[in-house]
């Protein structure tokens, strides 16, 4: 075998290797960081937007069932009535009675679909404004490393 000449890295410059590294290793733990929680923040926010959906499908067939439980009142009502003027009257309170019904529902998803917005337009801001925090000072740390990295590779030069 040949000689291979014995060559010593210089204190300065396995300091310097190890600095990088670990700065590197710590940017990279602060950008996964960030994306591990933007993917966290989406699960959260499917999540939210699943329940609020569900909320009001729920709710929407709870007045469709209403809805249609007063109109068989009606008919069982209609049929037993003993009259043509007691019909009508039978008739027109159930229309008002539906009206304010309906327009109360109506009222009522409105209110949910607009908060269920608002939640996730909330999610959203936050979620973004703390991504790009996040992306930010993952970037300053990368840069930091860059620059310690330089400073310590000229002093080791000289």
Same mark, same amino acid.
């Given at each position: 075998?040949?000689? /291979?000449? !014995?060559?010593?890295?210089?204190?300065?410059?396995? #300091?310097?290797? &190890?600095?990088?590294?670990?700065?590197?290793?710590?940017?990279? @733990?602060?950008? /996964?960081?960030?994306? %591990?929680? $933007?993917?966290?923040?989406?699960?959260?926010?499917?999540?939210?937007?699943?329940?609020?959906?569900? @909320?009001?499908?729920?709710? !929407? =067939? #709870?007045?469709? +069932?209403?809805?249609?439980?007063?109109?068989?009142? =009606?008919? *069982?009502?209609?049929?037993?009535? %003993?009259?043509?003027? &007691? $019909? =009508? *009257?039978?008739?027109?309170?159930?229309?008002? +009675?539906?009206?304010?019904? /309906?327009?109360?529902?109506?009222? #009522?998803?409105? @209110?949910? $679909? *607009?908060?269920?917005?608002?939640?996730?337009? +909330?999610?959203?801001?936050?979620?973004?404004?703390?991504?790009?925090? #996040?992306?930010?000072?993952?970037?300053?740390? @990368?840069?930091?490393?860059?620059?310690?990295?330089?400073?310590?590779?000229?002093? $080791?030069?000289?």
């Amino acid at each position: 075998m040949a000689n /291979i000449p !014995s060559f010593e890295v210089p204190p300065q410059l396995r #300091d310097l290797a &190890e600095t990088s590294v670990e700065q590197a290793r710590k940017a990279f @733990g602060t950008f /996964i960081g960030s994306a %591990r929680r $933007a993917a966290d923040t989406v699960h959260g926010s499917t999540d939210l937007a699943r329940t609020n959906a569900q @909320g009001l499908y729920t709710r !929407s =067939l #709870d007045y469709a +069932e209403q809805n249609v439980r007063a109109a068989f009142d =009606l008919a *069982q009502k209609l049929a037993t009535a %003993r009259s043509y003027p &007691e $019909a =009508l *009257q039978l008739q027109a309170d159930y229309v008002r +009675e539906r009206f304010a019904a /309906i327009q109360a529902q109506a009222k #009522d998803l409105g @209110g949910l $679909a *607009q908060g269920a917005f608002q939640q996730g337009a +909330e999610r959203a801001r936050s979620a973004v404004q703390q991504g790009v925090a #996040d992306t930010q000072k993952a970037v300053q740390q @990368g840069q930091d490393a860059v620059q310690q990295t330089q400073h310590a590779a000229e002093q $080791a030069s000289h």
